[in-house]
């Protein structure tokens, strides 16, 4: 199956700032998808990223706090900008996987904690 | 719209003993279901789906779980519940048809724990 590489795995921010979250895919793929898992929550979808494309945001996501970034069929970022408390979240990124059909992968996820 | 209702946010069974895991979904076609366990600290990883063909899928690590149309549900079980199995997992649906195909809508797990 596709291996998914999520970096970084965990980061402690102030609010304000912007943190930016890659994903890398050892195989090419066509979309790739970013949720948002807050604490003791299920996941939300965020975005989806195909390449060449702007992405297109689910309903309560905006571009402007989430810019996300696909420059290549093996790569992607996710941007939190401007961030405060309540982005405290694990992110993940996911991709469906060649290996089998509509069965998607998931990195391992970013914990970010905002202070 | 998709929607995923998880029947009991934590379960508790002894080890060697059967596991239940509840999910119902609304969908106005018929989804594409999925069944993901995550173990702490780490990411998501895939048990089982179900696309279209036989009701009862059989995934990784003993678990199966049969899509009932009717029931509109796609309950999780594996015979013999070991210690490793502890983790949470996760119910999801997807529209399949084309545009949105990828969008995984999630349950909002349970907790398994399994007593030595």
């Known amino acids: 199956s596709a291996v998914i590489s999520q970096k970084p795995s965990r980061d402690i921010c102030q609010r304000g700032t912007s943190l930016t979250i890659q994903c890398q895919v050892d195989?090419?793929?066509?979309?790739m998808f970013w949720y948002r898992q807050q604490p003791g929550q299920s996941l939300t979808l965020i975005a989806t990223a195909n390449q060449g494309s702007e992405a297109t945001y689910e309903s309560g996501f905006v571009i402007d706090k989430f810019p996300i970034s696909r420059p290549n069929l093996t790569f992607s970022t996710l941007t939190v900008s401007n961030m405060s408390p309540e982005d405290s979240s694990i992110y993940l990124c996911?991709?469906?996987?060649?290996?089998?059909?509509?069965?998607?992968?998931f990195g391992s996820g970013t914990r970010l904690t905002v202070v | 719209a998709q929607s995923v209702t998880q029947l009991g946010s934590h379960v508790s069974v002894s080890e060697g003993a059967l596991v239940l895991l509840r999910c119902n979904y609304s969908s106005s076609v018929p989804p594409y279901l999925f069944w993901y366990v995550q173990y702490p600290n780490q990411g998501l990883q895939l048990l089982l789906k179900?696309?279209?063909?036989?009701?009862l899928v059989k995934g990784i690590n003993g678990f199966e779980a049969e899509f009932k149309k009717s029931e509109t549900s796609f309950h999780l079980t594996k015979p013999s519940a070991h210690m490793s199995d502890a983790a949470e997992y996760f119910c999801a649906v997807s529209d399949p048809r084309g545009s949105t195909l990828g969008r995984l809508y999630f349950g909002r797990g349970t907790q398994l724990t399994v007593w030595p």
């Open positions: 179900y696309t279209t063909g036989a009701t």
């Open positions: 195989s090419q793929v066509t979309m």
């Open positions: 996911s991709v469906e996987d060649q290996a089998y059909t509509y069965g998607y992968t």
